[in-house]
């Protein structure tokens, strides 16, 4: 008897099923929340009884917090799509997935949509200590909702580049260097001095990176009490970063997806 | 005779140069610039934002331009350390001119960094000009405990816990050590 044929449209869940099973029930995914939960239990802890940091107002702990668990929680996402396309390439099992009726558009779909799971569970991770550092000062459902909706669109973003870097790259292990150097490469501007930051051309810098764009956003709702209109030009590279590369890894995945990894062949 | 063309062109500059500045400076040498505070007094809790406005007065008969107004924070007491820079990030401001009988208002915010008891002031000055000091504004400060340290143990341990427990049982799950473990007890059985 063969497997019912998916119905056309839907095939793509039935990606996301295979995968989200292999993440989680394959274990990769809990031991990389498992080692999210440890680093934000140290960062809360930190935040919560030494001395030098207890000056922090709350508001300030709970932002601290929040832009640790998005910028972590996305990179969870970039190496999981980092070796969405190159790994099942390296592993030998890319052959028979591009035998199953399943159009290249789908799986890509599927793969992104399952490399996102890693961002929504480090979010649920998140929420226990948002609560705790930020009770008391009514900022826990802002905190929760502003992180979920940066951190999904900075999720997006990040792990699209991540699947378009796996469906480029030659091996997995330059797959993976190249997606951990992309991101580093975009949070470098957050260690640039203050002044830097402050002129035109470091205030354009940051804005223009999603990533910075997006952590600003949040720290200024946070941690200076804006409101959510306020600041609300620091979201557009974000969102508009997280259109483009979703639309450009499902696109060029679906044209470029092949047995042997890079440009030509 | 051209020298003492020279010469007049010389002190008559200098006559104006001096005129304009007693002018600013006032009749008897004191500067005709003014600074106010809107309060005198302020109460806060540690890691609070509070806010304060100066205004400078140009109570002159011409117009003052190049000021500069800087605001300066220090501790009464001799035993806290006090850098402005965590106080107010915008500590220097550079004003446009000021017109005769005009004045310009200045919004400061601030942030509570230390506790106890402190004066925080602002000073206007020029080129031309020395410094103006407003009055002293009091900050009264009072410590609190941003958090309940006490509480983050469980949670911090508690879920790394969780999610490890949660890893193990599916790793050994994934290792058949649960089936084997029924299938020793259907032996026994």
């Given amino acids: 008897m063969t497997p019912a044929r998916p119905r056309k449209g839907t095939s793509w869940a039935v990606v996301f099923g295979q995968e989200l099973r292999d993440l989680w029930m394959g274990g990769r995914g809990l031991v990389l929340s498992f080692a999210f939960s440890c680093l934000l239990s140290v960062i809360a802890f930190l935040v919560a009884t030494n001395k030098a940091l207890n000056f922090l107002e709350q508001r300030e702990a709970v932002n601290l917090t929040l832009q640790v668990a998005i910028a972590v929680g996305t990179l969870l996402a970039l190496l999981a799509a980092a070796d969405a396309v190159s790994g099942e390439r390296e592993r030998g099992t890319l052959e028979s997935l591009l035998l199953t009726p399943v159009s290249r558009f789908e799986i890509t779909v599927g793969k992104l949509l399952a490399t996102l799971s890693l961002w929504f569970a480090a979010f649920i991770i998140t929420v226990p200590y948002a609560w705790f550092l930020g009770r008391g000062i009514s900022i826990v459902g802002e905190t929760i909702l502003i992180g979920l909706v940066v951190g999904t669109v900075l999720a997006i973003f990040v792990a699209s580049l991540g699947i378009l870097i796996s469906v480029f790259a030659a091996s997995n292990r330059v797959s993976l260097s190249l997606g951990l150097f992309a991101l580093l490469a975009l949070y470098t501007p957050t260690q640039l001095p203050s002044s830097a930051q402050k002129g035109w051309a470091g205030e354009l810098l940051l804005r223009v990176n999603p990533l910075t764009a997006g952590e600003h956003y949040v720290g200024k709702v946070i941690a200076s009490s804006h409101s959510w209109s306020e600041d609300l030009a620091w979201l557009i590279s974000p969102f508009v970063a997280a259109v483009v590369f979703a639309a450009a890894a499902s696109i060029l995945g679906a044209r470029f997806i092949r047995l042997r990894g890079g440009v030509a062949g | ?189």
Avoid at chain 2, 55 to 77: D, E, K, M, P, Q
Avoid at chain 2, 149 to 165: C, D, K, M, Q, T
Avoid at chain 2, 170 to 176: D, T
């Fill in chain 2, 1 to 189: 005779m051209t020298r003492i063309r020279l010469a007049s062109v010389v002190v008559l500059a200098t006559v104006l140069v001096l005129g304009a500045t007693a002018a600013a400076r006032g009749a008897d040498g004191s500067s005709s610039l003014s600074v106010t505070v809107d309060r005198s007094q302020i109460a806060t809790k540690l890691g609070q934002k509070f806010v304060f406005r100066s205004t400078i007065t140009n109570s002159g008969s011409t117009a003052v331009g190049g000021l500069i107004a800087h605001l300066n924070v220090l501790s009464f007491r001799g035993n806290v350390y006090v850098d402005p820079e965590d106080w107010s990030s915008n500590r220097v401001r550079y004003l446009a001119p000021i017109p005769a009988g005009g004045s310009t208002t200045i919004t400061w915010h601030m942030e509570a960094v230390n506790a106890g008891s402190f004066a925080v002031y602002v000073t206007v000055l020029s080129h031309e000009l020395a410094p103006t000091a407003g009055p002293t504004v009091t900050v009264a400060i009072t410590q609190r405990r941003t958090l309940n340290s006490g509480g983050i143990l469980p949670l911090a341990l508690g879920i790394p816990a969780l999610l490890g427990l949660i890893t193990l049982g599916l790793r050994l799950r994934r290792a058949g050590y649960f089936a084997r473990g029924r299938s020793r007890a259907a032996d026994v059985g």
